[in-house]
């Protein structure tokens, strides 16, 4: 007889992708942030060559921030419906199973 993984013993637990939304929650806090951010005193870092010490830090316009914001509150949507596209397939795939319709 084959021994069963702890995965294997709760199935619920295997396919939880609630991981996903956490995932995406400090994206959405750091567009909303910088959305709702009207003067300076931001500044984004530089990159620079190994060896050469402190970086240099740019500061940012209020477009810019803006422009960082939108892309931060895009890439959450996206991580967003992702976490519903899964949702779906992990439905989907449960429903087949129950069917016997076996994924080979």
Request: proline share 8%; aromatic share 12%.
């Amino acid at each position: 007889m084959k021994k069963r993984t702890p995965i294997a013993r709760n199935p619920k637990q295997a396919n939880n992708p609630i991981v996903i939304l956490l995932a995406a929650f400090p994206f959405y806090i750091g567009a909303i942030i910088l959305l709702i951010h009207q003067g300076g005193g931001l500044a984004a870092g530089a990159p620079k060559p190994m060896g050469s010490g402190s970086g240099k830090l740019i500061p940012l316009s209020p477009g810019e921030v803006h422009a960082f914001g939108f892309l931060a509150l895009g890439f959450a949507v996206a991580i967003t419906w992702f976490y519903f596209y899964l949702r779906r397939e992990i439905r989907l795939d449960r429903e087949a199973w129950r069917r016997g319709e076996r994924a080979r």
